[in-house]
């Protein structure tokens, strides 16, 4: 569904599920969010194209006049752990400028709202240590600190 919403701006803004047809929009800001913009530019080298065909992972994108200035990426999968499945956003982007705009706010409660239909028990999400503005951002949205995530390379 493709809602449109106001900010406190005046900012016209919606927020829907993302389309193959977003592909370029998203491998642009795919290289803002990795900090790398030459990382994407070979076509395929990324797993866009995999993730909008897969029916447990889901890309929504916040669009302004037609431009796509961020994103959420999320899967629902099930843990041994929990007595219900879990959402875990996976990437979450918003272009610097449209930052503070209520843009990125609206990308996590679309999250929670999709989670909530599918009786998900948890929504997961990491953050890079450095990013302390986005720890803050988090909390306000009600999320609490709950462990460290660790990686290993293959």
Same mark, same amino acid.
């Given at each position: 569904m493709n809602i449109v919403m106001v900010n406190n701006n005046g900012m016209e803004f919606s927020v829907r599920r993302a389309k193959p047809q977003d592909y370029e929009s998203l491998i642009r800001l795919l290289g803002k969010f990795v900090g790398n913009e030459d990382r994407y530019k070979n076509k395929d080298n990324d797993s866009v194209s995999k993730v909008l065909k897969n029916r447990n992972c889901y890309i929504d994108v916040a669009v302004v006049k037609g431009r796509i200035i961020g994103? @959420?990426?999320? !899967? @629902? /999968? !099930?843990?041994? /752990?929990?007595? &219900?499945? @879990?959402l875990e956003v996976e990437e979450f982007f918003v272009l610097e400028e449209f930052r503070r705009l209520k843009i990125g706010k609206r990308l996590i409660e679309r999250a929670i709202e999709y989670s909530k239909k599918k009786g998900c028990?948890? @929504?997961?999400? &990491? !953050? !890079?240590?450095?990013r302390v503005e986005a720890h803050g951002f988090y909390k306000n949205m009600n999320f609490d600190e709950y462990a460290f995530h660790y990686r290993r390379k293959l």
């Open positions: 994103f @959420i990426t999320y !899967s @629902i /999968r !099930s843990v041994i /752990r929990y007595p &219900a499945p @879990i028990y948890y @929504i997961f999400l &990491a !953050s !890079s240590k450095e």
